[in-house]
């Protein structure tokens, strides 16, 4: 085995013991972003999460000094599942105990008096291409380029890009804010801290996500311009980009970030499965942005009292026609998958279909087209029904992605399908991410009409 090869599976085996030391539903994800290694470097190491646990497990074993005899195995005492240790800060002390708006310039303090270099606190541009500073001394830069990111989230692949291009900033090292199978920034160090800083990290990601209900400090700083009103209005409507769901990951984005402002995406994972829902605003006006937020509420109303996805689509077509003013009308589709039984539920209004891709094969996930919400006529939802199994990939989009005319990428179904085929790893964020680089590249004039990409991966 090469050295380079035999570092990467200590580094992945260390990480592993750390990590499922605290927590036993670690994801290989966060395992390769704390080993800083990406997840094809660590599948060739590990095929599997089990076969990595029982390697851990034999390790451990194996430096365990052997029990006594007469010592029964016994259960753990109920309430004791927790961690046998205090850690150096948990989060919701740390935000009860700071006020919000000053919260990044301590966590920064905190940092700098464990690892003993200078660093500072991260934040991601809302499209997803800098690195902006929230707090840290003035020698570090106030804006690094980073164009791997999910908006203002990166996935492990991300990051592994990401250290990559900190290559002109010798000695740069960094540790991710990680939460719930994202990154929602990172901690910068100018040289190797003294003492770990994941642990940190992990707390001041809960306590930043927190404080985002309470404060602009952070939205702020993840804004390299400011919005148009719509745009800021469309960025309070979406859900993390990046969340892991049971038995998969779900990753979307909305392009550009700081015009138009027509579609809106929203995913929740519920007792009845996951939920991904997508619509697509005529026009690009604040009115539009607010018959989305408005659309929103009724959908949510739906799923909040037991509705179908196409019951949902129904209240949101009626709530559309009660309010005042112009007519607001939208295309939009809702998804809920079932991690159990894998079946698969797409009601449509107008929306263009979604495709599912299966061992490389893509099938359009109902007809798509039909009459929209809003408009005089009532809609008749098309509901398709099929399965979404282990390693398929669910890919929904507006027709800023597909359709040919100025300021759209017009990729059509099969440059969808072809960018989303590039992503080795075949995560939902590296295919959104795939796929949305296309769109950038179709779109070299700018884009005049939302192109939002969202997909659930199933592992």
Request: proline share 7%; aromatic share 2%; charged share 20%.
């Amino acid at each position: 085995m090469r050295a380079d090869t035999k570092r990467n599976r200590q580094r992945i085996l260390d990480a592993a013991a750390r990590l499922l030391s605290h927590s036993t539903s670690v994801s290989q994800s966060e395992i390769a972003t704390a080993a800083g290694v990406s997840r094809s470097t660590l599948h060739r190491h590990f095929p599997d999460r089990q076969a990595l646990i029982r390697e851990v497990s034999a390790i451990e074993a194996a430096a365990a000094p052997a029990p006594a005899a007469s010592a029964p195995e016994a259960p753990i005492d109920p309430g004791r599942l927790g961690r046998d240790r205090p850690v150096a800060l948990d989060g919701i002390d740390v935000f009860d105990a700071v006020p919000p708006a000053m919260l990044a310039e301590q966590l920064i303090a905190e940092a700098q008096r464990v690892a003993e270099v200078p660093l500072g606190l991260y934040v991601l541009d809302i499209d997803g291409s800098h690195l902006l500073k929230a707090a840290g001394p003035d020698r570090l830069p106030a804006s690094i380029r980073a164009p791997r990111a999910i908006g203002p989230e990166l996935d492990a692949d991300g990051l592994v890009g990401l250290r990559e291009d900190l290559s002109d900033l010798p000695g740069a090292e960094i540790v991710p804010l990680w939460l719930r199978g994202r990154a929602i920034g990172v901690i910068l160090t100018l040289g190797r801290p003294r003492r770990s800083l994941t642990e940190i990290a992990r707390q001041a990601a809960a306590a930043v996500t927190l404080a985002e209900q309470y404060t602009d400090v952070f939205a702020a700083a993840q804004r390299r311009k400011t919005p148009r009103a719509a745009a800021e209005i469309q960025q309070s409507l979406l859900p993390p980009r990046i969340s892991r769901v049971t038995g998969g990951e779900v990753a979307g984005n909305v392009l550009p970030s700081y015009e138009v402002a027509g579609d809106w995406f929203d995913v929740v994972e519920n007792h009845d499965g996951v939920w991904i829902s997508l619509a697509d605003g005529i026009g690009e006006n604040t009115r539009a942005a607010a018959s989305g937020a408005v659309a929103l509420g009724a959908l949510r109303a739906s799923r909040r009292s037991g509705g179908t996805p196409t019951e949902a689509l129904l209240l949101m077509h009626h709530t559309l026609k009660e309010m005042p003013g112009p007519g607001a009308e939208m295309s939009a589709l809702v998804a809920r998958w079932d991690p159990a039984s894998f079946e698969l539920t797409v009601a449509n209004c107008g929306h263009v279909a979604p495709i599912v891709l299966r061992n490389g094969d893509p099938q359009r996930a109902g007809k798509g087209g039909g009459r929209g919400l809003g408009g005089r006529s009532s809609p008749r939802p098309d509901e398709h029904t099929s399965t979404l199994g282990p390693g398929d990939r669910l890919v929904l989009f507006s027709d800023g992605v597909v359709k040919p005319g100025t300021g759209r990428a017009g990729l059509g179904m099969e440059g969808v399908v072809s960018a989303a085929l590039t992503s080795e790893t075949a995560t939902a964020a590296d295919t959104v991410r795939r796929i949305h680089h296309s769109v950038l590249a179709a779109s070299a004039d700018g884009l005049a009409d939302d192109a939002t990409v969202v997909c659930l991966a199933v592992q």
